[in-house]
């Protein structure tokens, strides 16, 4: 059952943004933007199965986040730059004024509210 809840949040992801935002997958990232890596090695940094690190890699790799090369029976992931230059022009574009004026007004409110 559960590779069947993978398979189907798998299908759903279609952008960078989506597939970034899931913490084991920002964590691939992170770990891939060291250097290149096999599947085993990024699988031992996790407590999930091997299989499910590589559901989450070809996930990544659907997005443009990452690549993978086949060197006999290995396979070898490192981290698209320009996919990665996409994924944070999407940010950039989410993050407007109004979210800087949203920020702003959290921290005035809280100020407020510990102000004796």
């Known amino acids: ?53 590589s559901q989450h890699l070809l996930l990544l790799a659907s997005v443009g986040l990452v690549e993978a090369e086949k060197v006999g029976r290995t396979r070898i992931y490192r981290v698209v730059p320009s996919g990665l230059r996409q994924l944070q022009a999407e940010i950039d574009r989410f993050w407007t004024d109004e979210l800087d004026q949203l920020v702003a007004d959290a921290h005035a409110h809280n100020a407020r509210k510990e102000s004796p």
């Open 1 to 53: 059952m559960t590779n069947t809840l993978v398979v189907a949040n798998v299908l759903l992801m279609t952008d960078a943004l989506s597939a970034a935002a899931e913490p084991n997958r920002r964590r691939m990232l992170q770990l891939l933007g060291r250097g290149p890596r096999t599947v085993s090695e990024i699988a031992a940094e996790f407590t999930s199965t091997r299989s499910a690190v």
